[in-house]
C-alpha cells in the first residue's frame, strides 16, 4: 500500500509541475521539494524536464521514506513497457528494464529497475538521452540535462534513502 501510494503521488506532483512548465524546446535543471506526504513520511521529488516539438517529458527521482525511484514520466499516452535505451553523454547506449508506473491526468510513466545503479550513473553525467515507445509503436527520443544531480543527493537521503 505504502509503494503504491508514493507512486501515484509521484505522479500528481510531476503533474503539477508540468502544468507550469514553460513552453520552450529545451531541458531545464533539477527542480524539486522536500516534503511529508498526507501519513507523515519524509518525501523528496526531484524533476528534470523537456519540451520537444510539443511533447512534455519528465525525468523524476523520488525517495519516501527509504523508498527510492526514478520514472520517466511523458504526456504522449499509454507508454510501452519494453526496454529503454539510455546514453549518457553522448557514449555508449545501454538498455533499462521498466514496468508500467502510474497514469493520471493525460500523463503515463514508467518506472526503472535497479534505480540505485541508475542515480550512480545520472550523477556523473551531463546529460542523459532516452528513447521509449508508446503502445502504439511510436519511438519518443528526449534528452534530459542532468548536470548537477548529486545536489539533490542530500535530500534524497534526509527523506531515507541510502544512496
Partial sequence: MKRKFQTILVVVALSFSLLLFPLATNSFAWSGEYTENEIGDRQYIGTVMTRDNGDVHALGV??????????????????????????????????????????????????FSDPERLFSLIKKAKTM???????????????????????????????????
Fill in 129 to 163: 538521452a532516452v528513447q521509449f515507445y508508446t503502445y502504439s509503436g511510436a519511438a519518443i527520443t528526449t534528452k534530459f540535462s542532468v548536470k548537477g544531480a548529486s545536489a539533490i543527493l542530500s535530500k534524497l537521503k534526509k527523506a531515507g534513502c541510502k544512496l
Fill in 62 to 111: 523520488g525517495c519516501t521514506e527509504g523508498l527510492f525511484e526514478i520514472k520517466i514520466v511523458s504526456d504522449r499516452g499509454p507508454l510501452d513497457e519494453r526496454d529503454i535505451r539510455v546514453r549518457f553523454d553522448s557514449k555508449k547506449v545501454s538498455f533499462w528494464s521498466v514496468s508500467e508506473g502510474p497514469s493520471s491526468n493525460g500523463l503515463s510513466s514508467l518506472e
